[in-house]
């Protein structure tokens, strides 16, 4: 597979695009598109987290089913016309299907799936969009980030704990919610710090480290010993304050331990609130090649695999108690004896 990095210079089109070529269409001949096309939220690939997550579903698809590929950078300050542009180009390229990563996408997918109706989109964190050649991929992040909570609530001395939201949403405070009752459902007593650190995407609450650092900081200055952070890639600052700090970090959609960009860090990394959102781009990727767009809601909760918390760290692993709590919980879960509240 040959890649070629190409400069976009429409304006609107996003900073830059990574470009593969795969061999043939497919094993079967099914598939006549291009390949896939990937248009990435606030914080752009690079993230450790919630883009770089799409991307390995995106690379995962093009290697197993030897299709080609197109990733689109996001550019600042950027509307909605802007996304509505990256997302014709692509579809007229010849990408099927074509997927915006970010519940912002949501007016561009619905504006450009109904100019397209014979290309599969698909949309993550959004099921606003209901065509039928869209698929809306979401997820149940409460249950994970309950996880993240009964694991911070159990690994804390303090008793203390804290979550950093990226942006002031409904979709983060459904992490900050499932978290603070998994750790309430551990010990109500447990004092837990909350802080969102934008109102709007656009202030740059997911793509700001410095933000999340600062936050991190006044948080642990304030007692907590364990924070859990839903902010892209203003997490990697909460990580590198816990670090700093000698506190525990909870990551966020992707393994953050296993990120290379966090080595240096990952021993303060307790675990990751996981978010299958490669999965969901590899199977929406295989549903179009084999025939048979996936499309409607595809929502992933922690009995599909959809969400989950991550255990890479040894030093997790060896807290018997930790683990065991947080089995425990997420059986719990799937069994229906506890229900995660999303707000």
Not at 16 to 40: C, H, M, Q, R, V
Not at 80 to 100: F, M
Not at 260 to 283: F, P, R
Request: proline residues 3%; contains cysteine.
């Amino acid at each position: 597979m040959t890649v070629a990095v190409i400069a976009l210079a429409a304006a609107g089109c996003g900073k830059s695009s990574t470009e593969s070529t795969g061999g043939s269409p497919s094993a079967d001949g099914k598939y006549s598109g291009k390949g896939i096309g990937l248009a990435y939220d606030i914080g752009g690939k690079g993230d450790q987290s919630f883009n770089d997550a799409a991307y390995a579903g995106f690379q995962k698809a093009e290697d197993e089913f030897k299709v080609g590929g197109r990733d689109v950078e996001p550019s600042d300050n950027e509307t909605d016309a802007d996304k509505v542009q990256r997302l014709e180009q692509l579809a007229k390229s010849g990408y099927n299907p074509i997927i915006g990563v970010g519940f912002v996408y949501a007016p561009a997918v619905k504006t450009v799936a109904a100019k397209y109706p014979k290309i599969t989109f698909g949309i993550i964190d959004d099921n606003s969009v209901k065509t039928k050649n869209v698929a809306d991929m979401v997820f149940h992040e409460e249950q994970s980030s309950y996880l993240a909570g009964v694991a911070a609530a159990k690994a804390t001395k303090k008793n203390h704990v804290g979550f950093i939201g990226g942006v002031d949403i409904p979709l983060i405070h459904k992490f900050q919610a499932g978290f603070v009752q998994g750790v309430k459902s551990v010990d109500p007593k447990i004092k837990i710090e909350s802080q969102y650190l934008t109102q709007t995407p656009q202030e740059g609450g997911f793509s700001s480290p410095d933000k999340g650092e600062s936050a991190a900081n006044g948080q642990i200055e304030a007692g907590a010993d364990v924070i859990y952070a839903a902010a892209g890639l203003s997490g990697q600052g909460v990580i590198k304050s816990a670090a700093a700090h000698k506190v525990w970090a909870i990551g966020v959609d992707s393994d953050q331990y296993k990120q290379s960009a966090l080595a240096k860090y990952k021993d303060s990394i307790l675990g990751s609130a996981l978010k299958n959102v490669g999965g969901a781009v590899y199977e929406l990727a295989k549903s179009v090649v084999n025939g048979k767009p996936l499309n409607g809601e595809v929502r992933g909760d922690l009995k599909s695999g959809g969400v989950g918390f991550a255990d890479s760290n040894p030093k997790y692993v060896a807290m018997k108690d930790v683990v065991a709590a947080v089995d425990k919980a997420k059986q719990d879960i799937i069994d229906g004896k506890v229900t995660v509240k999303e707000q």
